[in-house]
């Protein structure tokens, strides 16, 4: 068998050795194509391991570094708000928050994840996937989409852990408002920041948390604090190895207001469900102790997704966000205080004169009513006791609209207060135009009926109760006019200096002296019940055609000495004494409890 296997090869290759020289041409050519093929084969590899090795290697080791190494952000603890005496209006809990790492996935995978989050976070996928683009795929920093996730959030991420790499659940800081909804107009709330903060603040980084209204927003500098970061290794399943480097965050501050809790308290639990506010200031420093405003919100819903049920209501038909306090309207006889002030500093009256009230007055061929029976020949002590229309109507015409609104403002109502300060969102002034503002505004001539209604409070007036309690304010501190402010740190400042006004001694006592009368004899008798010390003040009820009457009071206390002024109004609430007094006294009785005044429950005379 061998012999026979060697004379078949030598037949062979005798056989191949026979062939022409065009075929052994060709036959060399394959080989070396052959060849060729296997050199290139196995030089390639060689080439391209060196060029990793040598010419990217930095850049390759640089990417693998990052694929190892997360950059964490670190949150500052917020700093506290804190009220006048140091108890806690905002402050911060423990919650959890879910993170995304865009560049352990591929944008397709992505998509898969978001999917599988979506109804478990309880956001569109859409919106998960928006979050991703905005930071880039092949951002090294996290994305948060969620935060302050609940129980159940928390276990079912638990329980999909293994399908869920690049996600991370971090323990963080939330912002809290223990009494929930109180004074949630002036705290305001916070949130992320957005684009444009973000790029207005290059050291911010993604996911800060930001004042977004409020003292939150005013004093947003103070609060925040400064985040810090760290450095992790982490392995192939996302698993933290260990920390390569740490700085700490340096925690906000804390921000004191001048706002009194147990005041603020008292003024929302007797304002109740009614649509309406109240405002308590300092006669002295103008520091606000209490603005109460419903409806309200409840600012801890900002610290995680708002429900749609929630974002209805606060864009609702009663605009729970708008805080009336600082808003607009007709105050009716409350305004009788000016209109005082106008006739006696106009120099057309002295504080002792006297006009003749009656049932009704008849001014440029129209009947003007008095609201009840006239009271005879009076001064403005008994005018304001009794608030006589007629009185006041007589006044105003002999003054004029020049001078009410001249006084108005510089008792605080019409823009002379700076309610920047105070970070208030949507806060407006009142308005007590003259004959060429109204023409300028509304483009109509003034009438005499403009100037009548003006005197008691009505028609083109309109004042926020805010500027109500600095206007009284005004007449409770001998002359001068205060500028309201919540931060406790601008108090007695050149920036909340007072000003005065050049209202005569003379002038303050015998208003003075009504506003008593009002509280001893008149419409505010239902303070005079010796549980508070003896107060001054005005009702107002406050025509609203088409609609029940607004209740109106203004109070300062004690008479004597005055500390404090309250605004208070009650939308439809009807007579001023029916609705808004009984609220101011509550507040007055709180504020008066904390000063250790003993109640002689026997009314003042």
């Given at each position: ?33 052959f ?23 930095a ?45 352990e ?9 978001a ?9 569109p ?9 905005v ?12 935060k302050?996730?609940d ?10 852990s293994n399908?869920l790499r ?13 009494n929930?909804?109180?004074?949630a107009?002036l705290?305001?709330?916070v ?5 444009d ?5 290059p050291a ?9 209204m ?15 970061n ?5 392995n192939?399943?996302g698993?933290e190895?260990?920390?390569l ?10 921000v004191q ?18 649509l ?7 006669v002295?420093t103008?520091a606000?102790?209490?603005?109460a405003?419903?409806?309200?919100f409840d600012?801890?819903?900002f610290?995680?997704k708002?429900?749609?049920?929630e ?13 009336r ?12 205080i000016?209109t ?7 120099g057309?009256?002295s504080?002792d ?7 009704s ?15 005879g ?7 304001l ?11 105003g015409?002999?003054a ?36 060429a ?13 403009d100037?009548?209604?003006m005197a008691i409070?009505q ?11 600095v ?7 001998g ?15 050149p ?8 209202i005569?001694?003379s ?5 003075k ?30 025509e ?26 009650v ?11 009984p ?12 000063q250790?005044?003993?109640?002689t429950?026997?009314?003042f005379?």
């Amino acid at each position: 068998m061998a012999s026979d296997f060697s004379f078949n090869s030598k037949v062979r290759l005798n056989k191949n050795t026979s062939d022409n020289p065009a075929q052994q041409r060709s036959r060399s050519l394959q080989v070396m194509i052959f060849m060729l093929i296997v050199t290139t084969l196995v030089t390639m590899p060689m080439f391209r391991l060196a060029e990793l090795q040598l010419v990217q290697g930095a850049y390759n080791r640089q990417r693998a570094e990052n694929n190892r190494i997360r950059p964490v952000s670190v949150a500052a603890t917020r700093g506290q708000i804190l009220d006048r005496n140091g108890k806690i209006l905002a402050a911060n809990r423990v919650s959890r928050s879910v993170y995304l790492w865009p560049k352990e996935r591929s944008a397709k995978d992505w998509q898969e994840v978001a999917a599988t989050l979506s109804p478990i976070v309880k956001l569109p996928a859409t919106e998960i996937i928006k979050k991703i683009d905005v930071a880039g795929y092949k951002s090294a920093l996290p994305v948060r989409i969620s935060k302050d996730i609940d129980v159940a959030t928390f276990v079912a991420l638990g329980e999909q852990s293994n399908t869920l790499r690049g996600v991370e659940i971090r323990v963080e800081s939330s912002r809290d408002n223990p009494n929930q909804q109180l004074a949630a107009h002036l705290l305001g709330y916070v949130g992320e920041a957005t684009l444009d903060e973000l790029k207005a603040n290059p050291a911010y980084p993604m996911g800060m948390i930001v004042g977004q209204m409020g003292v939150e927003k005013l004093a947003n500098p103070t609060l925040e604090g400064v985040w810090g970061n760290r450095l992790i290794e982490v392995n192939a399943k996302g698993e933290e190895i260990q920390d390569l480097g740490v700085k700490e965050p340096i925690p906000g501050k804390p921000v004191q207001l001048t706002l009194d809790l147990d005041m603020q308290k008292t003024a929302e639990k007797a304002l109740g469900d009614r649509l309406g506010a109240v405002v308590a200031i300092d006669v002295k420093t103008g520091a606000l102790l209490t603005m109460a405003s419903w409806p309200t919100f409840d600012p801890n819903i900002f610290t995680r997704k708002v429900t749609q049920t929630e974002w209805d209501r606060l864009q609702g038909p009663e605009k729970p966000f708008l805080n009336r306090a600082v808003q607009g309207y007709p105050v009716g006889s409350t305004f009788k205080i000016v209109t005082s002030v106008a006739g006696i500093e106009s120099g057309k009256f002295s504080p002792d004169s006297t006009l003749v009230s009656s049932s009704s007055i008849t001014i440029g061929g129209i009947s003007f009513n008095e609201h009840g029976a006239g009271q005879g020949v009076i001064g403005f002590r008994d005018a304001l006791a009794f608030s006589s229309n007629t009185f006041f109507y007589q006044v105003g015409m002999a003054a004029g609209p020049e001078q009410m609104s001249k006084w108005a403002s510089k008792m605080g109502i019409g823009g002379t207060i700076n309610l920047d300060i105070l970070g208030i969102d949507g806060a407006n002034h009142g308005q007590v135009p003259t004959p060429a503002e109204k023409k300028k505004m509304y483009k109509e001539d003034w009438y005499v009926g403009d100037t009548v209604t003006m005197a008691i409070g009505q028609g083109l007036v309109l004042c926020t109760p805010l500027e109500l309690a600095v206007m009284l304010s005004t007449i409770a501190n001998g002359g001068s006019r205060v500028q309201p402010h919540l931060l406790a740190s601008q108090t007695n400042t050149p920036l909340t200096k007072k000003i005065p006004t050049g209202i005569k001694p003379s002038t303050l006592k015998v208003i003075k002296e009504g506003l008593m009368d009002v509280v001893k004899k008149g419409t505010g008798r239902g303070l005079n019940d010796g549980t508070i010390p003896l107060s001054a003040g005005k009702t107002g009820t406050v025509e609203m055609p088409g609609h029940p009457d607004n209740s109106m009071y203004v109070g300062f206390a004690p008479a004597d000495k005055p500390e404090v002024a309250i605004a208070v109004i009650v939308e439809g609430g009807g007579f001023g004494a029916v609705s808004a007094a009984p609220i101011a006294h509550e507040v007055f009785k709180t504020y008066f409890q904390k000063q250790g005044f003993k109640p002689t429950n026997k009314p003042f005379k």
